[in-house]
């Protein structure tokens, strides 16, 4: 299997794990310049195993830098925090201009990867609108931990937290596309 087939876990935890542990136990500054530094380490693995980079893995390593700086520059870490609103919003946005010009994401994957869609064209359309409100409503949320949770709550909800939601979000899609399938069926 070469490195551009292999799976690859996209591990932006690492910035804000680094962040939080330093932060714990040093000045925010060390804290900050360590999670940039890991948001660097994290795109080089992801080169390594993957042979490239996924442009949302650019997307976070660019954000994680920016606001990695200001919050050095303000000497506060709001804006380091604030790195999983951005990304939520921004990749909300593409979804938004997505569907105003009438096109699926999932399906063009599946195109690309030559594979037959096993649902019906709207079934993925509604599947990335609800994900798209999912990503929004998470994103607004993160934004209020980031302004009034601790940085060990943050970090919670940054990892494991997001992956506990979206797990309770796709139970709740995969029920809903069961419904939508035996009604459109009758």
């Known amino acids: 299997m070469n490195n551009a087939s292999k799976p690859y876990f996209l591990l932006s935890f690492l910035p804000a794990v680094a962040s939080w542990y330093l932060e714990t136990y040093y000045t925010l500054e060390v804290a900050l310049v360590g999670g940039i ?3 660097v ?24 830098v920016i606001l990695g700086g200001i919050s050095l520059l303000a000497k506060e870490g709001l804006f380091f925090k604030l790195q999983p609103t951005f990304t939520g919003v921004a990749i909300s946005i593409f ?3 997505k569907k105003i010009k ?11 990867m030559k594979q037959k869609p096993p649902l ?4 993925y359309k509604a599947m990335e609108w609800h994900l798209c409100l999912f990503l929004l409503v998470f994103a ?23 992956y506990f939601a979206f797990g309770g979000f796709m139970v709740l899609e ?4 069961q419904w939508l399938l035996r009604r459109k069926m009758r």
Do not use: C, R
């Not at 980079?53 to 997307?59: D, E, G, I, P, Q």
């Not at 019906?120 to 079934?123: A, G, L, N, Q, S």
């Not at 607004?140 to 997001?162: C, D, E, H, P, V």
């Open 102 to 112: 009438n096109q699926s994401l999932m399906l063009e994957m599946l195109k690309d």
């Open 41 to 64: 380490v994290e795109m080089l693995i992801e080169k390594k195993f993957s042979g490239h980079v996924h442009t949302l893995s650019k997307l976070n390593l660019s954000l994680i």
């Open 95 to 97: 979804l938004i201009v």
């Open 140 to 162: 607004l949320f993160m934004a209020w931990i980031a302004l009034s949770g601790s940085t060990a709550q943050w970090l919670f909800w940054k990892t494991g937290g997001f």
């Open 120 to 123: 019906p064209e709207d079934i």
């Open 174 to 177: 995969m029920i809903y596309i």
């Open 37 to 39: 530094f890991l948001g």
